[in-house]
């Protein structure tokens, strides 16, 4: 399969806490993206970090990403109730096929108020 | 605007039986795409579509067609279904050809094969 991995699979954390998920991909990429989806819904993309990039913020959340290790983390600052979703990074350009955005299998986060 | 819109939203078919799902987007996106996601695996890319007239296969392709009618629309059939193919599935869009930019979502179509 050519899906990254997503850990922690699932995550509970107190509303205020930090919340950290890590992914990691298979082959090269030229970007990384984090999507969140709400229970029932569609995805709805957070953030994109290009593959000369190390570091990106938005907002609460701050993006890594580790092309020597071929993995990346999220970071959600002072979480909030609302901030309950699954969060799923996808890998673009994967494996040099440029039209191609392969998903990694997810982070259940559960945010207890 | 209505972004990206799918239907149907849900859809019962038994076995054998054939049916397709639509998808609309009004953003004048080049790619489109169709996933499927499944409890534990995440979302698996089925077919997609760079610009209109072209179509590609993706990761799970096995039991699908796809059309790309115009740039507005790409349709996913299943012309013999099968309770491995009981999922949801989510169509989506980007402006660029390639996979640089984001993806924008349906809110999903859930299909169960009996």
């Known amino acids: 399969s050519q899906q990254g991995e997503e850990d922690p699979q699932a995550l509970s954390i107190q509303e205020g806490e930090n919340a950290t998920m890590n992914c990691s991909y298979k082959?090269?990429?030229?970007?990384l993206q984090w999507y969140r989806q709400n229970s029932g819904r569609g995805l709805v993309h957070l953030i994109l970090i290009r593959s000369n990039e190390r570091e990106k913020h938005s907002g609460r959340l701050r993006v890594t990403l580790d092309t020597s290790k071929k993995s990346s983390s999220l970071l959600i600052t002072a979480s909030r109730a609302a901030d309950t979703a699954s969060y799923f990074c996808?890998?673009?350009?994967?494996?040099?096929?440029?039209?191609?955005?392969?998903f990694g299998t997810g982070t259940l986060l559960a945010v207890q108020p | 605007n209505a972004g990206v819109t799918q239907t149907p939203k849900f859809q019962v078919l038994k076995t054998g039986q054939s049916m397709t799902l639509q998808c609309a987007q009004d953003?004048?996106?080049?790619?489109m795409y169709w996933y499927r996601q499944d409890p534990g695996m995440g979302l698996r890319l089925i077919y997609y579509?760079?610009?209109?007239?072209?179509?590609d296969k993706g990761e799970v392709p096995n039991g699908y067609n796809v059309s790309r009618l115009n740039k507005r629309e790409f349709s996913l059939r299943l012309e013999s279904a099968a309770p491995s193919q009981t999922s949801v599935y989510f169509c989506?869009?980007?402006?660029?050809?390639?996979?640089?930019?984001?993806?924008?979502f349906g809110e999903g179509s859930r299909l169960t094969v009996l």
């Open positions: 989506a869009s980007s402006l660029l050809a390639t996979a640089t930019g984001e993806l924008f």
């Open positions: 953003m004048n996106h080049n790619s």
């Open positions: 579509s760079a610009s209109e007239g072209t179509t």
């Open positions: 996808a890998g673009g350009g994967y494996g040099g096929a440029t039209n191609k955005l392969i």
């Open positions: 082959t090269s990429i030229n970007n």
